[in-house]
């Protein structure tokens, strides 16, 4: 369970991982990190994030368990032209291909899945 208060992150600068898995998640597909502001915090619609840098919305599950404090430091946001200091919270999901196939043109369903373990952060220093 977070202890992260919902009510507390309008505002907040977030990095957000997003792993994309085939059906059953057998195999990795695509992984993403993102970087982004809170705007908006709905109980049960979501949480909106405004991307950077084109400004996008972006809503993620209202489930807060996959929300960690950032340690300090600097994320190299592939998007972005800096990097990005010290954010307040990193954020992860799996999010997983629902059918195996569908026909063509249908729907199709992917399941999110909150990561809550923390992440472990990799810091280089310099000597």
């Known amino acids: 369970m977070s ?3 919902r009510s507390q992150l309008l505002t907040k600068r977030i990095i ?3 792993r994309y898995y085939d059906f059953e998640k057998q195999n990795l597909l695509q992984q993403k ?3 982004g502001v809170v705007v908006k915090v709905m109980e ?3 949480i909106v994030v405004e991307l950077a840098p084109k400004s996008e919305p972006f809503t993620l599950p ?3 368990s996959s929300w960690h404090p ?3 430091g600097s ?3 592939d998007e972005l032209d800096d990097d990005v ?3 307040d919270y990193l954020v992860r999901w799996d999010i997983v291909r629902g059918e195996q196939s569908n026909d063509k043109g249908e729907h199709e369903w992917w399941q999110w899945q909150a990561i809550s373990e923390a992440p472990t952060i990799d810091v280089e220093t310099s000597q």
Do not use: K
Request: charged share 20%; net charge negative; aromatic share 8%.
């Open 3 to 5: 202890s992260i208060d």
């Open 16 to 18: 957000i991982g997003l």
């Open 33 to 35: 990190l993102l970087y």
């Open 44 to 46: 049960e619609d979501g």
């Open 62 to 64: 209202s489930d807060i």
């Open 70 to 72: 950032a340690p300090s």
């Open 75 to 77: 994320f190299v946001v």
């Open 85 to 87: 200091v010290d954010p």
